[in-house]
């Protein structure tokens, strides 16, 4: 395990409240519905990005808002850059995060989902976790910064994107192709889906995005001969295409350890009192609890039959059948992945792309890595801070393209009985105010630093 940079003397209390808003700002952003169904349906992002659009004008900071298509709308701004201290960095840094949302069913909830309520000491709603619970501690320290006077040194490219939730093909995709003067001279990046704490036998492990899988979402179609449900139909699409899912989904991928896993799992077999190896990977995940359904994702490729669609009448073999596949791949095991996976296609099965995305890993090392680590520490002396692998996807594929350096870094003390990746995507999505505050005042200690 690497050494863990030791937490500075805390500095003076500032004369400004990082997370005085921090809480009604993310109750604010769910009751904006960005629900992004993945196709032209949906809201969009229009209404919530003027609102943060006015947040940051009303403290002086410019915003532009970039629509890609009708209310699909990103905003931009740059912030700070005096460069005129001891330790001015003139490279940027850009800090991003989504607007949008997956839907909700409000008949599952016990809260209606768009109301941003506050209820035993956590803030509900479609976003609290994923993401919007970020952007509002982003908003809050820079408000409350940007107010006190008390910009960075080092220029900052604030951006919060539309349409990440189906791919950032209208959002992140979007402004990194038609509009990269926005990010000229940023070198470094930090998103979402880090810096939230799990605990592993007694003891707060805060997880620093480092990496992130590929992503392959497929649609795969097997054609047959149509004909009477009643007759021998030796060229069924529907067999053809069921048996290449069932292959497919049954498949037991093999533990692949990236270098991003590989610190990770040493600092879990340290407490463990055991080395880490490829052997006893998937037992030192499940040291993670609840934790263990993301972790367990990033030690292996992964294919997951997602959707299946054949026929329109009972007594008729159709011509053809489909299904969707989620696919996610390991940085450095793309071939691997795909040699395997046509391989449990099988003949008669074509496949095509929906979306086709590159995994990316990080080195974990630097001065911002360092400043993640002090700030995290700063606030809770006793934890430890360690990088993963990311299983789904965010924005940083596409920014990433620019070459940025990128992690996640959105900071949460956490409960250690609370299943927090369960509430990715999931039913009752929700964050704790403790935590919403805990977020800011860490944010705050690390913008000091960058």
Known sequence: MPDQPQPQDPRPTPAYDPAAEVVEVCRDLIRFDTSNYGDAEGPGERKAAEYVAGLLAEVGIEPRLYESAPGRTSVVAHWGGSGTGPHARHDALLLHGHLDVVPAAAEDWQVDPFSGEVQDGYVWGRGAVDMKDFDAMLLSVVRA?????QAPERPVV???TADEEAGGHQGAQVLVEEHPEEFEGVTEAVGEVGGFSTTVRGRRVYLVEAAEKGMAWMRLTARGRAGHGSMINDDNAVTRLASAVARIGAHRW???LTPTMEVLLATVGELAGVEATPENARSLVEEFGGATR?????????ANPTMLSGGYKVNVIPTEATAHIDGRFLPGYEEEFFDTLRELMGDGVEMEFLSHQQPWETPYDGDLVAA???SILAEDDEALVAPYTMSGGTDAKHFRKLGMRSYGFAPLRLPSDLDFTALFHGVDERV???ALEFGARVFDRFLGEV
């Open 145 to 149: 910064r940007q107010r006190a006077g």
């Open 158 to 160: 604030l951006c919060f």
């Open 254 to 256: 093999p533990v692949r």
């Open 294 to 302: 993301m972790l367990g994702a990033v030690i292996s490729n992964s």
């Open 372 to 374: 993640m680590t002090r």
């Open 432 to 434: 704790p105010v403790d």
